[in-house]
């Protein structure tokens, strides 16, 4: 079957990248998600270990239709209880584009009556334990698709305190890969907030498995195999090097503390209250600074911001000699401001309805 990992779109080409190396067959790349080619246990295999991957949906079937009859006619026959169980819970999504049945709305209701008139019932969107099923009518080709995530896979399970405004752990994944980080060298935060970055930086680190601590919606279709999927748990290593993140605000350094303990690394995470007027290395050996500083967009005026991310890169480049940088901002002039020797910027990123990117430099 084909397999649709969502991304936010920018993030296409990275997540394509991470799903080759840990061994899946990538068919195609577009504008916010990947395709793979597979089967039931690699459905289970990228949900558990992809870590840029939002949602995993698995495509179930796909005909023709130009009217709704026959959208209705085909959804009628079509055998869901080869992938539901019997009376399961269903909610359903339906996008048209570029084809005659252009009504989203309509094309909901035809496939939710055919549900329901095979024993399905039909609940309202978000609804919790139920199955997520998306119809994508595209020039005239009618495809359907399952959530088998449940809830975005950025919630993995562990961090239940976040700041305002956080990158979600998907992206932040993305984000890292693009910036080179591999997991063999230190990683410090200075503007961490909950702790984003450097948790999800150590958990690479030490090769857990993103999705580890958390249930999906696919354990409760009839094709599961626990015995199976439990053998696709991935071996860990032993950290060479610590993660470090430090925020001004002490509220957000107790958060950080609390998500590294529930997701395991906090024996390797070291956090401290410093406002950037104070960073220092925190260790001896060079590695990545990687910060999402605040911008515009998210929190309001940003003409006060310039003396901040001046500042910012004033004291990187007198105190981290031999480090990279990443800044993820969404202005090129606040990114300016730094004076820092930036490389030409990464992809344009769909960050929550701003456009965010990565900026970089090779070693100060």
């Known amino acids: 079957m084909d397999i649709f990992l969502i991304t936010a779109p920018g993030l296409q080409d990275l997540l394509a990248t991470e799903a080759r190396e840990k061994g899946f067959k990538v068919t195609s790349v577009i504008g916010g998600g990947v395709t793979l080619r597979g089967e039931w246990p690699e459905v289970w295999r990228a949900n558990l270990q992809l870590r840029g991957a939002n949602r995993v949906l698995a495509r179930i079937g796909e005909f023709r239709a130009i009217y709704l009859s026959q959208l209705e006619k085909h959804a009628s026959e079509f055998p869901w209880a080869e992938t539901l ?38 609940a309202p969107a978000g609804t919790e334990d139920s199955f997520n099923i998306r119809v994508r009518i595209d020039r005239d080709i009618v495809s359907l698709s399952i959530d088998t995530s449940g809830e975005a896979l950025h919630k993995r399970g562990h961090k239940e305190a976040v700041n305002k405004a956080p990158m979600r752990e998907t992206m932040a994944s993305l984000f890292l890969r693009d910036a080179g980080f591999n997991g063999r060298e230190p990683l410090y935060d200075p503007m961490c907030g909950s702790g984003t970055f450097p948790i999800e930086a150590a958990e690479i680190t030490r090769r857990f498995d993103s999705g580890r ?152």
């Not at 940003?302 to 800044?327: D, H, N, Q």
């Open 85 to 122: 169980l019997d009376g399961a819970m269903v909610t359903v999504e339906a996008s048209c584009n570029k084809s005659k049945i252009y009504h989203a709305g309509a094309a909901t209701q035809r496939v939710e009556e055919a549900l329901a008139a095979q024993g399905f019932f039909i």
């Open 213 to 364: 601590a958390r249930s999906f919606a696919f354990q409760s279709l009839p094709d599961f195999d626990p015995e199976a999927f439990e053998t696709m748990r991935s071996p860990t290593r032993e950290a060479a090097f610590n993660v470090y993140g430090s925020d001004r605000d002490a509220g957000a350094i107790t958060m950080s503390h609390a998500n590294a303990e529930r997701a395991g690394v906090s024996d390797i995470s070291k956090f401290s209250v410093k406002p950037i007027s104070e960073i220092t290395p925190p260790c001896d050996d060079k590695g990545l600074v990687i910060a999402n500083p605040p911008y515009g967009g998210r929190i309001g005026n940003k003409k006060p911001l310039f003396g901040l991310y001046a500042s910012f890169g004033e004291r990187l480049m007198t105190e981290f000699k031999g480090w990279r940088v990443g800044i993820i901002t969404t202005e090129p002039s606040l990114a300016k401001a730094t004076k820092l020797p930036f490389k030409p910027a990464g992809p344009v990123v769909d960050h929550g309805g701003m456009k965010v990117r990565l900026y970089q430099t090779d070693p100060l």
